[in-house]
């Protein structure tokens, strides 16, 4: 589904990822943990390029993202991304945030898209809020219509940075849970997090990044239980 | 008793003032303030109206990643903005318009407000934009907008509502700078004023006169924009 191959990026003179080379199946739910600043955030926009990596290749279904032929909007429309700080469009309902994008994108017609955008609403637990502007929902809310946003375009894959570091505690809970019913109906996800247990229980594969490199791939079980390398190891025993 | 002071107040002061020569001519004249006026206020509007839509395209070019585009947006607003109105105008009419139409002194007018205020309008509209949180084109981009999608459904209707007190402003500041278009000629307030003065010679009343419509123009759009500034943060 998405084969990463010697990625690199720099900020100016920092070099942020220094060889990426990932492979992920579809269907499969793979979470990235590491220290801040490890480079997990840019290694997930540069998958949609809304950062443009300095050089490696970048390729989602059988399509090269980076080679210059590619319509970038059109893979777009297939890989929907979920940001930390949801960034819902304050201007418009949460309805009209939901129906936006393929009725400016996919010219469905309204009826259409507005059908569609109640069904993803209950299916987050939404479904009395469709009338609403995002300033009146909670940031639990907020990030349930934001993941129905992106599912509206019927994406084959599912980017995930960060998607409850912005939440208060008591509303990661309801947050995660969509993610999980996500994972269940066998949608690809790359989720970038700090939750261990998410990572554990949902995840199929875990990858550890530090310094711009993955330095350690396997299961939950191995990565939690039995990790390898040195960083993950003092990583892991300052976090869990 | 308190009335008895307005009464001497009304006798010894207002009255003289009613009775003046110069207060007189100002309510004779007072079509010929009201025509200049109205001339006044249609320039204003025109330019402010065609100067959106010439500050909209330029912040866009400005913004632009290409420099076949961007270069000239800099090079409009960098003029309009670096030289006085008054020398754009002499410029204008004089110089430029004659070469490609005779344009009247109202037309030259409306032309040289409008490309000045685009100017000034674009640079508005451009920090309007860039006020916009950054995120919100990420997540319409990541949806798979393209830049003009994005740029129409998700951050001009957010950057409205950021550009409404500085247009104002503009709005303002080009009324006040119409009387300038005084000096090609075309009828609007100021102009009004000086054919008047130099058949009456009655230079305070008059400019007075002018001051205070000036005045009490600029007043009433504050307070409307005050009024849609205090609705837009409500809502």
Redesign the interface.
Known sequence: MITIKNLYKSFGKLQVLKGINCHISPQEVVCIIGPSGSGKSTLLRCV?Q?EKPDSGTVNIDGIELTSPNTDI?????Q???V?Q?F?????RTTLENIT??PV??KKTNKAGAQQIARELLRKVGLSDKDDVYPAQLSGGQKQRV?IA??LA?QPKVMLFDEPTSALDPEMVGEVLEVMKDLAKEGMTMMVVTHEMGFAREVGQRVLFMDEGLIVEENTPQQIFENPTNPRTQTFLSKVL | MQFWHLNIFAINILQPILDSNGFQLVIHNMGNFLHGTLLTLEITALSVLFGMFLGLLAALLKMSRYKVLSIPGILYIDFFRGTPLFVQILLFYFGILPLVFDATSFEAAVIVCSLNSGAYIAEIVRAGIQAVDKGQMEAARSLGMNNFQAMWHVILPQAYKIVIPPMVNEFIAMLKDTSLVAVIGAEELTHSGRILVSVTYEAAWIWGTVALIYLLLTRALSMLGDYLERRLATE
């Open positions: 949609n809304l909007n059109k893979v777009r429309q890989v929907g991304m940001f700080h960034n819902l469009f304050p201007h936006m994008a400016v994108i934001a946003r992106a375009m």
